[in-house]
Every structure is written in structure tokens, then in C-alpha cells.
DNA sequence: TGCTCCCTGTAGCACCTGCTACATAGACAG
DNA sequence: CTGTCTATGTAGCAGGTGCTACAGGGAGCA
């Protein structure tokens, strides 16, 4: 594969990621996708070996924009859990993750059923946001770093999905997670 | 619409939940589903007025099905949160649950994308959890029954979904939780 | 000019999808 | 027996799917 033919591919990549991101991974059908970008069918199955190669390469490149976002937008010091949840809550609910939050969680339904490629992204970007949680938490004991970074990601993303199907209902999760824990020991 | 056609009808939605729980919402054909179902499409769409009738009909049975067991495994007394957190993940994580929390996470999914029947049907499942905590929970304050509630469900909830993904992992979701979570007032 | 090779448009295949028209066998009423 | 109505099988339509065969344009090379 000439070098040239790569690089088109990998700006075709990045802007199907975008479409991605605007109608969510579950069904996108190849002509329409290649209709939003100007090109055709024909030209998507030139670039890519098949669908599932299309489909698998513009989510990694989702996922790789996702780790880079959250590594730029680190917070000043590193903060105790409490903190950081309370921090973090607004972050992940922000209307500019929407778009990140709705394929998450189409990779995390088809993850969850074993489904290829599907899960392996979607491990590889779960295992990151507990990197970068746990480098932005400040913990007592160095040995339960870890641990509580997994937990802070789990009521993060099940606070996530439960305010995105009540949306318009009156429950305010954050509000009822900051009244209801405190973090220890 | 006769008595014995609709209990056919009834007869038919309880079999294809069955059916949904161990392939998934997602994609279902009505011809495969019919097959297993010793029948044919044909029937199905005699029954039901179109495929959006009969996915409806059944998630809603299975919601339905889901709600009857919580109801029966009620413990025997109410719980304090960080207690019936310990006592609700085990039953969460239980084999027999897995493909009621997988319809689960395809119903989360696409209802928080907007799409109906899913947004309505996962939205009332939610509201019945929230109840059924709700009455299991003993706090000091009855005002911040609700919140306890909702956010134990949260918690519940990310953990689960965390843990399906990463099936196989080494990460011990349960431990994390309960090592670093005091739960409070 | 002709040759070759990379790119791309056209057309279409084979299959799958939900759904429907039509025919018919059986039950039951007269 | 005859007519009517319900339940079901057969066949197929129209539209959509991923994917492919084929041809040609155009750039570089001889």
C-alpha cells in the first residue's frame, strides 16, 4: 500500500469518525456514509478491506480522540476522590461529550456481548480512563489508587447512563451522588 | 380482536422474550425469530401489527418479567445503603441475570439516543428499580430516601456495565466498591 | 504514440429486510 | 351441503445491504 494511499485513507478515518460520532456506531449503512463525505461506496470498500475494517479503524480513532481530550484536560493538581467525582460529573455530562458518550455506550451494550471489535476498543478505553483517573487522584494509600479509580469510573458512567435515559425526567443524579457518599476510608 | 387470538398473542410475547434475552435486541430478523419459534414470519406479523409492535410487546414483558423477580427477592428486612449496595452487586453479577442486564444495556443504549419504544420502556424499568431500592432501604433521613436510591442504582449500574466489558480482566469491580465507599448521610 | 498502473464511476449481483397478496384448509353456522 | 370466517402456508415485492466485476480516465514512462 503506497504511502499516499494510506494517508487518504487515514483522513477518510478521521472524518468518518466524525460521522460516527454524529448518528452512533449501530447502523450506518456504507452508501449513506459515503454520500456525507462526497464519495462513494465503491470508494469506502477501495480504502478499507470491508466494513467491519472501516468501522473498527474509525473507532479506535474515537477512542484515541477521547484519551487525547481527557489527557489535555487535566485538572491543575490532583484531587482527592470525592473532589475529582464532583469534578468530573459535570465534564462527562457536558453537551460536547454527548456525541463520545452516545458511541460509548453503543461499544459498551455490543462490548459487553462479546461482539468484535467492539469489545477490545472498548476495553482498551475503559483501561485508559482509569489511567488517567488514577493520575489525577490524590489518595492516601498508594495501594488503593487503583481501586478507587475503577469505582469513581463506575458510578461516573452509571450516573452517565442513567441521567442520559431519565433525561427530562426531574431525578438529578449528581446532585443526589454528592449528597448521598462520602469517599474514604 | 377474539380472547383466543389474543392469548395467543400473550403466548407468542412471552416466547419471543425468551428469545430476546439470549440474542440481544439489537438486530433480529422476523424470519430467523419466527423459525425458532417453530412458526413463520407470517404468523408474527398476523399476531402483531408490524416488527415495532412485537419488539415493543416483548421488551415490555421482559421488563415486566424482570420487575416480578425483584419483587419476589425482597430481603427479609430493609438495609442500611452501603449493606444492600454489598447485598444488590452479588445479585446484579448473578449468571441467571446476565441476559436480562444485556437486553438491559441495548435498551440503556438506544433509549438514551432517543429512540422509541426503547427511551419509554427503559425509563419505566428504571423508575420500578428506583422504587424497589427505594422500599429495601433504610435511612435515617426518609428525605433522602429517593436520592439514596438513585444513587445506588448509579452505582449498581456503572459497576455492572464496567465489569461486562472487561469480563475476563483481572479488575475486581466488587472489591474496589466496597473498599472505598462510606456511605453516609 | 503506446504501455502500464493507480484511482474511480457504473452497474449490478446475491442476499436480506419487513411486509403483503393470494389461496386454502378447517371450523362452525344456517 | 353451503357459505362464511379464522388461521396459516406459499410466493413474492420493493427496497436496502455489503460487496464485486468491469471499464475507463488520467498520470507517468518509454
Redo the contacts with the bound molecule.
Keep these: 500500500m503506497?504511502t499516499?494511499?494510506l494517508s487518504?485513507r487515514q483522513d477518510l478515518v478521521r472524518r468518518i469518525a466524525d460521522r460516527l460520532l454524529d448518528h452512533g456506531v449501530a447502523?450506518?449503512?456504507?452508501?449513506?456514509l459515503a454520500a456525507e463525505l462526497g464519495?462513494?461506496?465503491?470508494?469506502l470498500?477501495?480504502?478499507f478491506e470491508?466494513?467491519?475494517d472501516?468501522v473498527s479503524a474509525s473507532l479506535e480513532a474515537v477512542s484515541a480522540r477521547l484519551a487525547a481530550r481527557l489527557e489535555q484536560e487535566s485538572p491543575a493538581a490532583p484531587l482527592p476522590p470525592a473532589a475529582l467525582l464532583a469534578a468530573l460529573l459535570p465534564a462527562v455530562r457536558a453537551e460536547a461529550m454527548a456525541p463520545v458518550m452516545s458511541v460509548w455506550s453503543d461499544l459498551c451494550a455490543r462490548g459487553g456481548r462479546g461482539e468484535e471489535p467492539f469489545r477490545g476498543i472498548a476495553q482498551r478505553s475503559i483501561i485508559q480512563w482509569i489511567g488517567w483517573i488514577e493520575a489525577r487522584l490524590a489518595v492516601a494509600d498508594p495501594g488503593s489508587r487503583r481501586s478507587t479509580a475503577v469505582a469513581l469510573l463506575a458510578i461516573l458512567e452509571g450516573a452517565r447512563q442513567l441521567e442520559q435515559v431519565l433525561a427530562g425526567s426531574t431525578q438529578d443524579i449528581e446532585a443526589s451522588l454528592a449528597s448521598v457518599f462520602v469517599i474514604g476510608p
Tied chains: 1, 2.
Design positions: 503506497t499516499a494511499r487518504k447502523q450506518i449503512a456504507l452508501r449513506d464519495t462513494s461506496d465503491r470508494m470498500l477501495y480504502y470491508d466494513k467491519a472501516l
